[in-house]
């Protein structure tokens, strides 16, 4: 039902405004979506004048070559282990361990090209390759190591309260 409704309202979208406009996107569809000229739409935060934090949709200098007019589906978001209230875009995730599972999963990497289109570029800009990330988890371990991520870090220390680094990444 939701992807029905969330289908009906890309293409009311599309119908009514003729192109899809990052900054016409509402803000619960705005993270990982793609504007028709093929650039990426971006969450960003600001803070109003009544000192409120407020949300809005702004069109990246990120370009697509392969996809435009792309709304992704919240079934792609959740099995990506990504949140739709995700403010900018960093390819700080790609030291996380679950994170990683669940964007190698075949259920996102097989089936949300966007996403994956997304994060292989993120990992190209830190020099890596997605694929061999995906084939060798204890790779992106190494390589948070070597480029200085403590495993004290609160983000990493949290994770690894939450799942203990063996059971991640098994004999690395």
């Known amino acids: 039902m939701a992807f ?49 934090v407020k949300y809005e949709c702004k069109t990246s200098e990120v370009v ?7 709304i992704e589906t919240d079934e792609c978001v959740n099995s990506c282990g ?14 996380q361990p679950q994170f990683l599972a669940k964007l190698c999963s075949d259920a996102c990497y097989q089936v949300c090209p966007n996403i994956v289109d997304l994060y292989s570029n993120l990992a190209l800009g830190e020099g890596t390759y ?22 004290s870090s609160p983000a990493s220390s949290t994770t690894l309260a939450q799942a203990p680094e ?7």
Request: aromatic share 8%; glycine share 8%.
């Open 4 to 52: 029905i409704i969330f289908l009906a309202f890309s293409l009311f979208l599309h119908g009514a405004l003729g192109e899809l406009i990052c900054e016409q996107l509402p803000v619960d569809l705005c993270a990982y979506s793609v504007a028709t000229s093929g650039q990426r739409c971006l969450l960003e935060n600001y803070v109003a004048k009544d000192g409120t």
């Open 166 to 172: 063996a059971a991640i990444f098994g004999q690395c």
């Open 130 to 151: 997605l694929p061999k990330l995906c084939a060798n988890p204890c790779l992106a371990k190494h390589q948070a190591r070597s480029n200085g991520v403590a495993a």
């Open 64 to 70: 697509v070559d392969s996809l435009n007019e792309w």
């Open 82 to 95: 990504l949140r739709r209230e995700t403010v900018g875009i960093s390819s700080d995730n790609l030291l």
